[in-house]
């Protein structure tokens, strides 16, 4: 789950997909402020410290390039742009206003919330330097993952796919989740890359790999850590 100081700010003028947006983001564990004019955005973005704004491009009153625009002369809160624009020219365009990430309508909601945790992942400092979850410890600093004070002999990847398993104890993560996560969520691989790496991470920290505990299969779905 996110942290719960995390304040995002949703500006989207259709009601439904700000709604939707609003309620996905706030199960995540985001606190979520929204609203559907521009004019009222730009207030409430210099009104209140946000750590990042969801912004969608053609709104009313004043449309989201110069929202971006004028706070970027003013401050550095991470922006991420939704348009149904798709061409390469307002693509750059949108980046090119100050933007840390864009778009494209349609999109789902898993891609949405990945690139929020990209971008909040880019420009929060870490303050946790250490996982801890049973007699697992993960030392972030040094990449070095223990097992009852033995150290683990882990890939760059199992690293990075234990600790997102970890950071979210007790959720569910689809496979597309974990992709997005810990390979990018450009990784031109498949899900069975997941799959694969799950099944090694398990024959290093679960006591009976054939019956999992700690990462548990939701069927369907995804993965769960059981802390």
């Not at 700010?9 to 996905?24: G, K």
């Not at 150290?151 to 997102?164: N, P």
Request: hydrophobic fraction near 40%; include cysteine; glycine fraction near 8%.
């Amino acid at each position: 789950m996110a942290d719960s100081k995390q304040q995002l700010l949703v500006v989207e003028d259709e009601q439904t997909l700000r709604e939707t947006l609003t309620y996905n983001l706030q199960r995540e564990g985001y606190e979520v402020t929204s609203c559907g004019d521009g004019g009222e955005a730009l207030e409430l973005a210099r009104e209140q410290s946000f750590d990042l704004i969801v912004l969608d491009v053609m709104l009313p009153t004043l449309d989201g390039l110069s929202i971006c625009r004028i706070l970027r002369k003013e401050q550095r809160t991470p922006i991420i742009l939704l348009t149904a624009r798709s061409g390469e020219v307002d693509r750059i365009m949108g980046l090119e206003t100050g933007a840390d990430d864009y778009i494209v309508k349609p999109f789902s909601l898993g891609e949405l919330l990945a690139r929020v945790r990209a971008v909040l992942r880019r420009t929060t400092p870490e303050t946790t330097t250490r996982l801890e979850a049973g007699d697992l410890s993960l030392d972030l600093i040094g990449r070095r993952a223990y097992r009852a004070g033995e150290e683990l002999r882990l890939s760059h990847k199992e690293f990075d796919l234990l600790a997102a398993l970890i950071r979210n104890a007790g959720s569910v993560l689809s496979r597309d989740q974990l992709l997005q996560q810990v390979w990018g969520y450009d990784y031109p691989g498949d899900t069975r890359t997941v799959d694969v790496h799950i099944r090694w991470l398990r024959e290093k920290i679960e006591g009976d790999p054939a019956a999992p505990q700690r990462i548990v299969t939701v069927r369907g779905v995804g993965y769960r850590f059981e802390a």
